[in-house]
Nanobody
């Protein structure tokens, strides 16, 4: 069972950038999809970005053209680079690993479905001020 640990959270002014990183303790999920999720107070956890293999990515409409997800080949690290941040991006951000490969997610949008992910980090707070 892999352990996921997020880092890089903090406070930033609107329009700024922030990079998050997730460190995984295992290579066992190297072929599985990885993702970043976020949770607003009182809201359900929602998908932000996912990456399967080395090339297949998916993004929530709210972060397209602003956020970029990437990872190393062995799924040891999964990064989320965030730009043009706005107050509505303020949330706790979680990284996660799914027990499935890209071909097992149909339609592709389900790579952003939190219920498909089984290994979760503890989360890191991102706060964007106006």
């Amino acid at each position: 069972l892999a352990q996921m640990v997020e880092s890089g959270g903090g406070s930033v002014q609107a329009g700024g950038s922030l990079s998050l990183s997730c460190s995984a303790s295992s290579y066992a999920y190297s072929s599985y999809c990885m993702g970043w999720f976020r949770q607003f107070p009182g809201k359900e956890r929602e998908g932000v970005a996912s990456i399967c293999g080395q090339q297949i990515t998916n993004y929530a409409n709210s972060v397209k053209a602003r956020f970029t997800i990437s990872k190393d080949p062995g799924n040891r690290t999964v990064d989320l680079n965030m730009a043009s941040l706005a107050p509505e991006d303020t949330a706790i951000y979680y990284c996660a690993a799914a027990r499935g490969r890209a071909s097992e997610f149909q339609p592709p949008s389900t790579t952003l479905d939190a219920s498909r992910y089984t290994i979760w980090g503890q989360g890191t707070q991102v706060t964007v001020s106006s």
